[in-house]
């Protein structure tokens, strides 16, 4: 069953705009991820954050995690046309040396130049 | 380092045709899981497996579907009697076990 819902579904921004994406999860975690798609082709990992951990950076990237509310969010600042893709959340579960990674729905993103 | 390297990228089946579909982990990974796209959606769990073992096939149908990772050579996720509803991008990933996961780029089933 998917873990994660994502939110909004799709988003269209012009580009220099920031884009924020959000996403909902059921069940415990040990880590969160964040993953691009470009279109017909397969997933790029972008960030990481633990259930300890609340803010992570990179380059553009901000990721946060609630984990009293089960979610997270994605802000890409000052987008760019590259940035048009499908992101997806993925949640991570470690039990006896396995981890079982169960993504979300996804938002597609436009970035308009 | 060639990354995960799944064949074929586009397979065409008819009706009641077997689809295998190969993957190749990233080198050093021993964790491989399989995940099933239809367009315009995210991706669903289907299994993951370690050398020689299925750990978690809860995403997985019961019937038509199975999958391996022998000892020696890639990992098979193998599709009998195949159907158009089968029609889909499979994505293997690969993983030391922990975090992060490496995807090939897919192989794309059509079925006839």
């Known amino acids: 069953s998917q873990q994660g819902e994502e939110d909004p579904q799709a988003l269209s921004i012009q580009e220099g705009e920031n884009a924020t994406m959000n996403c909902s999860y059921k069940?415990?975690?040990?880590?969160l991820q964040w993953y691009r798609q470009n279109s017909g082709r397969g997933l790029v990992h972008l960030i990481l954050?633990?259930?300890?951990?609340r803010e992570k950076h990179s380059g553009r990237l901000r990721v946060t995690l609630d984990t009293s509310k089960k979610s997270s969010s994605l802000l890409i600042t000052a987008s760019r046309a590259a940035d048009t893709a499908s992101y997806f959340c993925a949640t991570a579960l470690n039990s006896g040396g396995y981890q079982k990674v169960t993504f979300g729905t996804g938002t597609k993103l436009q970035v308009i130049p | 380092n060639a990354g995960v390297m799944q064949n074929p990228r586009h397979l065409v089946r008819r009706r009641g045709q077997e689809a295998r579909l190969r993957c190749s982990p990233m080198k050093g990974h021993s964790h491989v899981y399989w995940y099933r796209q239809l367009p315009e959606e995210g991706l669903k769990f289907m299994v993951y497996?370690?050398?020689?073992?299925?750990?978690?096939e809860s995403g997985m149908p019961k019937e038509r579907f199975s999958a391996e990772f022998p000892k020696e050579g890639p990992s098979i996720l193998r599709i009998q009697q195949v159907v158009r509803g089968d029609s889909a991008a499979y994505f293997c990933?690969?993983?030391?076990?922990?975090?992060?996961?490496?995807f090939g780029a897919g192989s794309r089933l059509t079925v006839l």
């Open positions: 069940t415990s975690i040990n880590n």
């Open positions: 990933a690969s993983s030391t076990g922990a975090n992060v996961l490496t």
């Open positions: 497996l370690q050398k020689e073992n299925i750990i978690d």
């Open positions: 954050i633990r259930s300890n951990e």
